[in-house]
């Protein structure tokens, strides 16, 4: 099999991607390993309210879930903050027909997505990647031929990390994450996050609700930095059993049935600086190009899809250097923000769970408006004057 | 060495994205584990949201 850009996942990376490339007039082929595009979900589906304008995408009422006001953050003790406002509308998706219906926009456009078909490795020919080879489902793996390979592979990486990219993940560099679908759940109309080093360390724990009392209830913990042993558990991090002791304490939780039931690790490392080898591209969370605060990459995805798929056309027809673009401009538009909230993230890994009480009594609306647009000084330097002990470490917060 | 217990897995990768030999990949609908390329490091018993991966010693000694 031939054709212009073999794109590796067909997640909100790889069909963006797809879409735009197909409407260049580029021959797309897709291949995603799962069975039905979609499933199973691997995330808390939300996605704010203006995210998919910005590619001029209106998504369907059928993939959409819920639209709630914000968020209702829970610090360590108990003590909630509301944060509502025009900035914070959302939706909660249903993942698994939001990335069926992105495919099909791809497929609308030209591309040719293959479900259930995994590709296991590279072809390579004088130096070169040529293409991949990919199995369906479990049979003899066949070749697909590409001037232009493109991973979006998410978390597993296989493909990029054969074509010599970084997307290796320390375990430092990633969460682990549990989650379920729960129901009957009375919301308020709002997206729950509750943080804490004993709720789940180096984490949280969030409840999104749905349509028809459902709720997406999960869990994401550092994966470094927990020793289950120490309460009884095995020798894993094991997210499973943290989030099972949140949901007995709580009282709805306690109650509800499950609908669903997964997990999976997530990416919070810096994104790549090689993004572009060759003819060779990574884009999505196969580049680590997800928010290290909240673990969010649809949207990002979504960006790097299509920013990357704006000079495939060039690339097919005169030649790989022109995907650099493609790195050069996603780290001016993208990279810098991001090396931000890492910085953040950092920050907040060494706070305990005294001092994140502290600063969640600080916060209002306009603080975590701040906080949102990488504007940390201000908040930094309130905690600070209110207990200077944190200077040390929110100092580096201030620049 | 590591044993990973397949009635539990949920096939979400994670162990393949932290190891870093490449030690196990997906293959069909099974996470397979190559112990040639192991190095015993057990990071993934560590990333495992299911908790199936555990380390066990070799040939019980």
Redesign the interface.
């Given at each position: 099999m031939e054709c212009d850009v073999v794109v590796i996942g067909c997640g909100p990376a790889g069909s963006s991607f797809a879409r735009i490339a197909a409407q260049q007039g580029l021959e797309v082929v897709v291949v995603d390993?799962r069975k039905e595009i979609g499933v199973?979900v691997?995330c808390g589906e939300a996605l704010g309210v203006s995210e998919p304008a910005k590619e001029g995408l209106s998504i369907p009422k059928y993939a959409i879930s819920l639209e709630v006001e914000g968020a209702k953050l829970i610090s360590p003790s108990g003590h909630a903050v509301y944060w509502k406002g025009e900035e914070t509308r959302g939706y909660v998706l249903e993942r698994k027909f939001f990335d069926k219906w992105l495919g099909e926009l791809a497929a609308q456009k030209g591309a040719k997505i293959m479900a259930y078909t995994?590709a296991?490795d590279i072809i390579k020919e004088g130096g070169k990647v040529v293409g991949v080879k990919a199995?369906h489902?479990?049979r003899e793996p066949f070749e697909i031929r590409a001037k232009v390979i493109v991973s979006a592979e998410g978390?597993?990486?296989?493909i990029a990390?054969k074509m010599g990219f970084k997307s290796?993940?320390?375990?430092h560099e990633?969460d682990?994450?549990?989650e379920y679908e729960m129901a009957p759940y009375e919301h308020e109309n709002v997206i729950e996050l509750y943080f804490g080093n004993k709720i789940a360390p180096r984490g949280y724990v969030w409840i999104f609700p749905k349509a028809n009392k459902k709720a997406n209830v999960g869990i994401g913990i550092g994966?470094?930095v927990i020793n289950a042993k120490k309460w009884g558990?095995?020798?894993?991090?094991?997210?499973?059993?943290l989030l099972d002791e949140f949901i007995e304490k709580n009282e709805q939780l306690r109650e509800a049935s499950t609908f669903l039931?997964?997990?999976?690790?997530i990416?919070v490392g810096e994104p790549l600086k090689e993004l572009v080898r060759d003819n060779c591209m990574v884009i999505g969370t196969a580049a680590k190009q997800v928010d290290p605060i909240h673990g969010g990459g649809i949207a990002l995805a979504m960006e790097a899809g299509v920013m990357a798929a704006n000079y495939a056309e060039e690339a097919v027809k005169k030649g790989p250097s022109a995907l650099k673009k493609y790195e050069k401009e996603w780290w001016e538009r993208k990279g810098q923000q991001l090396k931000r909230r890492h910085l953040l993230r950092k920050v907040m890994e060494r706070l305990g769970d005294d001092d994140l009480d502290y600063i969640f009594q600080q916060l209002n609306h306009e603080a975590l408006l701040n906080i949102m647009n990488n504007n940390f000084a201000p908040v930094a330097m309130k905690v600070i004057a209110g207990r200077p002990s944190l200077l040390k470490v929110l100092g580096a917060l201030m620049g | 060495m590591i044993t990973i217990k397949h009635e539990g897995c949920i096939l979400c990768v994670g162990c393949s994205a932290v190891c870093p030999v490449n030690a196990i990949e997906l293959k069909g609908t099974r996470m397979e584990h190559y112990a040639e390329k192991c190095i015993d490091c057990a990071l993934c018993v560590k990333a495992c949201p299911a908790n199936v991966i555990k380390m066990v010693k070799k040939d019980g000694v």
């Open positions: 390993k199973p691997r995994h296991v199995s489902g479990g978390m597993e990486a296989l990390r290796y993940h320390p375990l990633v682990t994450c549990y994966g470094n558990g095995t020798e894993g991090a094991d997210p499973k059993k039931d997964f997990g999976g690790v990416s | -």
